[in-house]
């Protein structure tokens, strides 16, 4: 009976023992819970010591201006630019020169047959030939009137044919100079009489040529370019800039022009020309800057981008000093309580004058600190390694 109540006494002891263990831990895993759910990695609380180094305010008004950048291109002058073809329809027989080439004014590119050219040059020599005869008609008509052997009606009639041969002589000159020919050109067919089909693509400006369109036996017609020639020594940095952005443009206005395929050159210069209307189909304005080109760097085509300032206008600003980079990513520290900070993602613009534009994250009427942000964040850092630990 004795050994029974010992029996009992122990199995007691063991379960009140095992009890009590339970409730310990049972506490100290809600502990452990509560503690983890008060952790917030982002929050950070501040000792005096330390919140004496901080300085906190609200983000300020103020009149800014940002940079846009938009891509761009290089082109050809226009204005030094021609496109060079044939004023007669031929089979070209001759090309003397090709892409890349410098030529000269007046030099010839090549050279074509022309039937058209040929027969027009016969009617010419006919109607010369013409009226040549119709004056000396004329002449000998008048001697007759002043002899009495010829009627005065005869002689009007002569002098008609006279005036109808020179306006025909007169239409076929002008024709020819149409066709290209030159007036000392016609002046040799008048003495000579003989004809020449072969006519010369000649070049209108100096420069380089850039496209070449024909090769031999072609026939062209004169609405088709042959040659495109263009001034290289002066080129156009030319954008299409997005409607909402070019308010802020003007003839005049800086802007710096940038080349992928030349990182090191960055050109500053002045555009001269805004378009007056928006491109319906992009909903662009076109703009452009002339860019000097003598030493043959810059190549049309080139892919660019021009970087240019916005009109001024009011923007919710911070301090430089008030970002913090976590993850590539733009934060501030938002004041909860006087010693208590969240760290909070914020997009921003680009840095103006030590300041930097806030797009979103943060409204002018939240408390950040302004400056001591670095310092800010190793203690919220330490934080973590502590509370991790």
Same mark, same amino acid.
């Given at each position: 009976?004795?050994?029974?109540?010992? =029996?009992?006494?122990? %199995?007691?002891?063991?379960?009140?023992?095992?009890?009590?263990?339970?409730?310990?831990?049972?506490?100290?895993?809600? /502990?452990?819970?509560?503690?983890?759910?008060?952790?917030?990695?982002?929050?950070?609380?501040?000792?005096?010591?330390?919140? /004496?180094?901080?300085?906190?305010?609200?983000?300020?008004?103020?009149?800014?201006?940002?940079? /846009?950048?938009?891509?761009?291109?290089?082109?050809?002058?226009?204005?030094?630019?021609?496109?060079?073809?044939? #004023?007669?329809?031929?089979?070209?027989?001759?090309?003397?020169?090709?892409?890349?080439?410098?030529?000269? /004014?007046?030099?010839?590119?090549?050279?074509?047959?022309?039937?058209?050219?040929?027969? !027009?040059?016969? =009617?010419?020599?006919?109607?010369?030939?013409?009226? &040549?005869?119709? @004056?000396?008609?004329?002449?000998?008509?008048?001697?007759?009137?002043?002899?009495?052997?010829?009627?005065?009606?005869?002689?009007?009639?002569?002098?008609? *044919?006279?005036?109808?041969?020179?306006?025909?002589?007169?239409?076929?000159?002008?024709?020819?100079?149409?066709?290209?020919?030159?007036?000392?050109?016609?002046?040799?067919?008048?003495?000579?009489?003989?004809?020449?089909?072969?006519?010369?693509?000649? %070049?209108?400006?100096?420069? !380089?040529?850039?496209?070449?369109?024909?090769?031999? =036996?072609?026939?062209?017609?004169?609405?088709?370019? %042959?040659?495109?020639?263009?001034?290289?020594?002066?080129?156009?940095?030319?954008?299409?800039?997005?409607?909402?952005?070019? +308010?802020?443009?003007?003839? =005049?206005?800086?802007?710096?022009?940038?080349?992928?395929?030349? #990182?090191?050159?960055?050109? !500053?210069?002045?555009?001269?020309?805004?378009? #007056?209307?928006?491109?319906?189909? !992009?909903?662009?304005?076109?703009?452009?800057? &002339?860019?000097? &080109?003598?030493? +043959?760097?810059?190549?049309? @085509?080139?892919?660019?981008?021009?970087?240019?300032?916005?009109?001024? *206008?009011?923007?919710?600003?911070?301090?430089?000093?008030?970002?913090?980079? *976590?993850?590539?990513?733009?934060?501030?520290?938002?004041?909860?309580?006087?010693? @208590?900070?969240?760290?909070? @993602?914020?997009?921003?613009?680009?840095?103006?004058?030590?300041?930097?534009?806030?797009?979103? +994250?943060?409204?002018?009427?939240?408390?950040?600190?302004?400056?001591? %942000?670095?310092?800010?964040?190793?203690?919220?850092?330490?934080?973590?390694?502590?509370?991790?630990?």
């Amino acid at each position: 009976m004795q050994m029974k109540h010992v =029996g009992l006494s122990i %199995a007691l002891a063991v379960i009140l023992l095992f009890g009590a263990v339970g409730c310990k831990h049972g506490t100290n895993i809600k /502990q452990v819970e509560a503690s983890s759910a008060s952790a917030d990695p982002l929050k950070v609380d501040v000792a005096p010591e330390l919140l /004496q180094s901080l300085s906190v305010g609200k983000p300020q008004w103020q009149e800014v201006t940002t940079r /846009q950048k938009v891509a761009a291109r290089i082109q050809t002058d226009a204005s030094r630019l021609a496109r060079i073809g044939s #004023p007669v329809d031929g089979r070209i027989t001759k090309v003397l020169v090709f892409e890349g080439q410098r030529v000269q /004014q007046g030099q010839i590119l090549a050279m074509l047959h022309s039937n058209a050219l040929s027969d !027009t040059q016969f =009617g010419f020599i006919k109607a010369f030939s013409q009226e &040549n005869l119709a @004056e000396q008609s004329a002449e000998r008509a008048r001697q007759l009137v002043q002899s009495d052997v010829m009627g005065k009606a005869e002689l009007q009639k002569r002098e008609a *044919e006279v005036l109808q041969s020179a306006t025909e002589v007169a239409a076929l000159r002008a024709q020819l100079h149409g066709l290209g020919m030159s007036e000392n050109a016609i002046q040799k067919l008048e003495s000579t009489r003989k004809l020449n089909s072969d006519y010369p693509i000649v %070049a209108s400006i100096s420069g !380089t040529v850039i496209e070449r369109k024909v090769t031999i =036996g072609q026939v062209v017609q004169p609405a088709d370019p %042959a040659f495109l020639v263009a001034d290289l020594s002066n080129l156009w940095f030319v954008a299409e800039v997005p409607e909402e952005q070019a +308010g802020a443009l003007t003839i =005049g206005k800086t802007v710096i022009a940038t080349i992928p395929a030349l #990182p090191d050159q960055s050109i !500053t210069g002045r555009l001269s020309f805004v378009s #007056p209307v928006v491109n319906p189909d !992009t909903r662009t304005v076109q703009a452009r800057m &002339n860019l000097p &080109n003598n030493r +043959g760097l810059f190549k049309p @085509e080139m892919l660019a981008s021009m970087t240019f300032e916005s009109q001024p *206008e009011k923007g919710l600003t911070i301090p430089a000093t008030a970002v913090v980079r *976590e993850e590539n990513k733009d934060h501030v520290f938002v004041q909860k309580s006087p010693t @208590e900070f969240l760290l909070r @993602e914020v997009d921003l613009g680009e840095e103006v004058m030590d300041r930097r534009v806030v797009l979103h +994250g943060i409204s002018a009427k939240e408390t950040i600190v302004l400056d001591g %942000a670095f310092h800010l964040n190793n203690k919220r850092k330490q934080d973590q390694i502590k509370g991790g630990n």
